[in-house]
């Protein structure tokens, strides 16, 4: 943070979906003089410094401003902290909220004194300096002295706080004042004119160059070119636009909604108030009715229980129950007090509240927490418009290659001037879970397995009260909504929920709570039904769920399920079976997930309201095991085979059970029977900062039917050939990799190196992973169900959603088929398109150096190539090659090796330098054979067809011969400088020399289809070599004087032909067998040693030659120092909301 002094800077933390943007903060004071320098600038170089200064705004404020406090500043310097180092220009505002303070006396009242409205406002003139940034508006602290964040509610708020401050409602004047700072709870997506996007399109730096290009051409008399070039400019800026205007409507049409809705509002002491929700401000309370509603804003439930649909933030449209903020009474932020469960008390922006609960406190209330581009659906829409810039090495690549280029140009130039005076289970298995079974626990001890479906029903008791009740599934449209695994098993019971608004509770008065009956297929029950109190909704933090229940007429009793080894440690040690591990491992070794249930009774009398969770969920009774059976997708292992067998790694992020997902894992192929699993566990030694991380294999048992961990020398023996071949697995879970990742981060890499499972990941921790294997040099593709993805899917190189819900915005790619076979489809499409580029770069590379050497050639003799010859070779030939080379479609096979992935490689090089070699080779050939022959004359172009004419007849008249006289003096006034035997002979070699480079260049298998499948590629190279061999052979006067063309003898054309022949026989034998030649350049890499540069494969070279790795049954302690990496955890999520993955 910044104090005010001109030395020093700020630095801002701007957050989004996809990232977390650190920004240096520079201030700079406008300066007269130089303001008028610059304008003087700007009108003596008609514009272009205008234009230079709008490309580059650095230089603007540098040239217009000085340096100075970001107290004085009235223009602030951004840049990032990443290495794209990019610079953006913001003026500082001033917002005057003297018209909302009547008098002094009102000013503590309007702003509290430790709230940052009123560290913000300038005294005594009432003033807020501020600035906008990416949406996102920053307010001047007058104590801090630095720039922070308004439209949210402040983060020290202690939960007893947010409810005595705000429960009430806040004043009209604090609301005024808090507006007129904070700006409107807008989305504001405004339609760009077609106007700006045109200016702005136009002033971008290629079409600024073309327009350069084309006023040289006009100077040079190359009108139809330039008019060529102008028509496709264009034309491209035209489509551009549409492409950008459609967008921006789509988007406007988006978030329109959210800002034209009415709310009802809480007024301290003034009451209810309706309002439009534009005038929202933090720290409003929000009323809920009971009908469904958008919110238009993110929002703290203070009072009730809210049932919301999040698939717009998740991409799944299963109904989330919220419960309030509780009113505790301590010191800590509500955010911490609440730790990761924080989110099931915030209403997001942009979800649907489809149902609300009221308790006995009234109304259901909600403080408003973040508004505008704040919220949960600002930001998604915000890493729309501010998308992550790419760094691409194509680009760079690219980038020396032209430069390459332009040195070669500059060198012709110079020349001719002498001459003269350029990639989670969920995504492997089925959607849907079967109810496999239930084992039941009685009496310290498991009982028989009872199967679904059964022809007997499940015996009341409390472990079918527990699969009646306990669960957060409401019946919406008609149906029962929910996670997919409280449907079925809430199914099994063949009860039904009667969603009714009002129930007589005893103690409770009449509230709305959801109760249920025994349905027409359910089996007797002694009860008439049980009425769900309250919830406390699944978090993946504690893993687990719990509800408050009571039988109608009955007691209340607890019920919770979750993993079942949370479930095991909340439950009393003598009601969990001696067998309890043994039994889990067995059934999700074979890859059941596995739900643990258990309950309580709570004592007669006690208010259910007044206890904590941490009183609900102890003591409890274990009840027994719920087993479902998630089947692999039919596409999943074939897929992965096909990845396997292209040597494509492939890893599972999962918030499953670990045994489950090395089950799948081993079930779809990506671990082989062959290969060895090693369960990496991390833990911290409580009391202590220091940690210990253990290696044990995960072994199978051959005696009985369940793997074990096995720790005897006898196992280890076993599998040692197995991990000395690299033939082995890393697995281990979100709390493992944490660990790890603090406190044995040297390791970290190695585990990498050959994880393949990782289990009960977080959000965070699964865009942490994505990003440590882009650390190894890894290429990263992230292919997720749009739930809990987001981060990670945006942080990949190539990210895939199999969702279609809005959340799909934060990945690149998104399948219409909610299958992982998308994955090998777009790897083929990628590599092919890879290929295609640099076919690309490789032809317009020779194209132009073709073009070029044959000026070159001309321009000894004072020539060059004629308007039409030009406009030919660039329109009629690359222009068309260009556009159809890349309908080549992908090879349907992967192939276990990459395209290359540098354009400035050796393969690459060669092929381009002995391709400029042989077609040099050829035009210096034709350049000067040509001058050769008996038929040249140097001034006389047509002295080759009036030789060929000499057999005529000598007696020819007078009148004849004027005439030839007369042709030739027409001939002669027609000749505009250019035509020569030396032009005709290099522009008909050079122009039919690219056709051959053309179709050497169309590479096809292993990546690519063969050549002759685009048939528009071969058809357009059959039309334009046909038009080059008519021009060839033909002798029409008019076409000839057209194109600058001269008559040459057919045995010279046919000699053209043949020089041709071998150029292109010299130039496909040499890209078939040396360029492409794979074992050739293997060998080569072998001979002189070359190894890969990967971080990776370094590391590997390094494992394979220690022996101590890995190590097996070994544990090791940390020092006690530990590395902080909370924010590298949640540092690709979005901040605003981070969805938690059902992880039971």
């Known amino acids: 943070m910044l104090p005010a002094c001109p030395t020093e800077r700020e630095e801002l933390q701007f957050s989004n979906i996809s990232r977390v943007i650190s920004k240096e903060i520079f201030g700079y004071k406008t300066q007269g003089c130089r303001k008028a320098l610059c304008i003087a600038g700007y009108i003596l170089s008609c514009g272009a410094l205008l234009l230079l200064f709008y490309w580059k705004p650095e230089w603007d404020v540098w040239a217009n401003c000085i340096r100075c406090s970001l107290e004085e500043a009235d223009v602030v310097l951004l840049r990032t902290t990443d290495e ?69 509610l402040e983060d020290h708020h202690t939960c007893s706080a947010i409810h005595a401050k705000f429960g009430s409602g806040l004043t009209c004047d604090e609301q005024n004042v808090r507006r007129v700072i904070c700006g409107p709870n807008t989305i504001d997506v405004p339609v760009i004119p077609i106007w700006k996007l045109l200016v702005k399109e136009v002033l971008n730096p290629f079409y600024v160059f073309q327009l350069f290009s084309v006023c040289l051409w006009f100077a040079e008399e190359y009108m139809e070119y330039a008019i060529a070039i102008i028509i496709m400019s264009l034309l491209s800026i035209f489509l551009t636009v549409y492409d950008l205007r459609q967008q921006s409507i789509k988007l406007h049409r988006l978030v329109e909604s959210h800002n034209n809705m009415m709310v009802t509002v809480c007024r301290n002491k003034e009451g209810f108030q309706e309002l439009e929700s534009h005038h929202l401000v933090p720290g409003d309370v929000l009323v809920l009715k009971e009908s469904k509603t958008l919110l238009p804003c993110d929002a703290i439930l203070i009072s009730g ?129 079967d109810l496999w079974g239930l084992l039941p626990s009685e009496r310290n001890g498991f009982q028989d397995v009872h199967s679904f479906p059964a022809d007997r029903s499940l015996p009341w008791g409390p472990v079918f009260r527990a699969m009646a009740v306990c669960h957060s599934l409401i019946v919406w449209e008609g149906k029962i909504q929910g996670d997919p695994l409280d449907v079925k098993m809430f199914e099994a019971t063949n009860w039904v929920i009667d969603d009714s608004s009002g129930h007589q509770i005893e103690g409770h008065g009449s509230t709305h709570a959801t109760v249920v009956r025994p349905g027409p297929k359910a089996s007797s029950a002694p009860v008439e039904g049980v009425t769900i109190l309250h919830q406390f909704p699944f978090s993946s933090a504690l893993q687990r769920m719990s509800v408050i229940a009571q039988e109608i007429g009955g007691e209340q009793q607890v019920f919770t399920k979750g993993a079942p080894e949370t479930v095991a440690m909340l439950c009393r040690a003598e009601t969990v079976p001696p067998n309890f591990e043994s039994k889990l491992r067995l059934y999700t070794a074979q890859g059941f997930r596995v739900i643990g249930l258990a309950c309580k009774s709570l004592q007669a009398g006690k208010q259910s309201m007044d206890l904590t969770r941490e009183e609900i969920e102890s003591d409890l009774t274990f009840l027994g095991l719920l087993i479902m059976e998630n089947r692999l997708k039919r596409e999943t292992k074939p897929v992965l085979e096909e990845l396997s067998a292209a040597r494509i790694r492939s890893v599972m992020l999962t918030g499953d059970n670990i045994q489950t997902a090395v089950t799948v894992a081993k079930n779809a192929g990506m671990v082989s029977p062959m290969n060895r699993v090693i369960l990496v566990e991390a833990n911290e030694i409580p009391g202590s900062f220091s940690a210990y991380i253990t290696w044990k294999p995960l072994e199978e048992n051959k005696t009985g039917d369940y793997r074990t961990l096995e720790n005897d020398s006898q196992t280890e023996r076993r599998i040692k050939p197995a991990l000395e071949s690299g033939q082995y697995h890393f697995a281990m879970s979100g709390k493992s990799y944490q660990i790890i990742a603090q406190h044995f981060r040297h390791l970290l890499p190695k585990l990498l190196l050959n994880g393949t499972v990782f289990a009960r990941m977080s959000p965070g921790q699964k865009s942490s992973l994505v990003e440590e294997f882009q650390k190894l040099d890894y290429f990263v593709g992230m292919c997720g169900d749009g739930a809990n993805d987001c981060g990670a899917l945006k942080v ?159 007696s020819s ?65 059959i039309g334009q070599l046909g038009i080059c061999l008519f021009l060839l052979f033909a002798d029409i006067d008019d076409l000839y004087s057209k194109m600058d063309l001269v008559c040459t003898p057919t045995m010279w054309r046919i000699s053209m032909l043949m020089m041709l022949a071998v150029t292109f026989a010299m130039s496909f034998i040499v890209e078939e067998a040396v360029i492409e030649n794979r074992p050739l350049w293997l060998l080569l890499k072998k001979t002189f040693r070359y190894q890969s540069k990967s971080h990776y494969k370094r590391l590997q070279r390094v494992l394979d030659q220690d022996p101590a790795w890995p190590p097996l049954n070994e544990t090791f302690f940390s020092d006690s120092v530990a590395i902080s990496v909370e924010g590298n955890m949640g540092g690709h999520s979005n901040p605003t909301f981070d969805s938690n993955e059902d992880a039971l």
């Open 84 to 152: 794209y180092q990019i610079y953006s220009r913001k003026t500082v505002t001033w917002i005057s909220v003297s018209a909302l303070i009547k008098s002094r006396s009102d000013y503590p009242t309007i702003a509290e004194e430790d709230s940052l409205f009123s560290k913000a406002i300038t005294k005594p003139s009432l003033q807020v300096r501020s600035i906008q940034v990416q949406k996102i508006r920053y307010v001047w602290n007058i104590c801090a002295k630095q720039f922070q964040k308004v439209g949210a």
């Open 305 to 433: 229980q809210c049932v919301v649909n999040e698939s717009m933030l998740t991409g799944e449209s299963i109904p989330v129950t919220k419960t309030h903020l509780p009113p505790a009474d301590n010191c800590k932020p509500w955010r911490v007090h609440c730790a990761e469960d924080y989110k099931k008390h915030v209403l997001f922006c942009g979800t649907e509240v489809i149902q609300t609960k009221a308790d006995d406190r009234g109304a259901v209330k909600a403080v408003v927490l973040r508004t505008g581009f704040n919220t949960a659906k600002g930001d998604l829409v915000r890493s729309i418009l501010y998308p992550k810039p790419m760094n691409f090495k194509l680009y760079r690549d690219a980038l020396r290659f032209l430069m390459c280029l332009i040195a070669f140009a500059a060198i012709g130039m110079i020349y001719a001037v002498c001459v003269f005076a350029l990639n989670g289970t969920g995504t492997l298995t089925e959607d849907g879970l």
């Open 796 to 954: 990949a190189h190539a990210g895939i959603s199999l969702s279609e819900q809005e959340a799909s915005v934060a990945s690149p790619f998104t399948s219409r088929t909610p299958s992982i076979a998308c994955v090998p489809e777009l790897i083929r499409e990628g590599r092919a398109a890879l290929v295609t580029s640099f076919c690309m770069f490789k032809y317009m590379a020779l194209y132009s150096t073709i073009q070029y050497l044959g000026v070159l050639l001309l321009y000894w003799q004072l020539n060059s190539f004629g308007n039409y010859q030009f406009l030919f070779q660039d329109l009629a030939i690359t222009t068309v090659i260009g556009v159809t080379m890349s309908f080549t479609g992908a090879y349907p096979k992967l192939v276990p090796y990459r395209p290359p992935s540098q354009l400035v490689s050796p393969p690459l090089l060669l092929s381009v330098v002995l391709n400029i070699l042989f077609s040099l080779s050829m035009q210096i050939f034709g350049f000067v054979v040509v001058q050769e022959q008996p038929w040249y004359s140097k001034t006389d172009i047509h002295s080759a067809c009036l030789l060929m004419n000499n057999h005529m007849e000598n």
């Open 957 to 1021: 008249s007078i009148s004849s011969l004027g005439h030839g006289g007369m042709r030739d003096v027409t001939l002669e006034q027609m000749d505009n400088g250019y035509k020569s035997y030396e032009n005709t002979t290099v522009w008909l070699l050079s122009t039919i020399n690219c056709i051959i480079v053309a179709l050497v260049f169309s590479k096809g298998k292993p990546f690519r289809q063969p050549v002759y499948t685009n048939y528009v590629f071969i058809l357009v190279l």
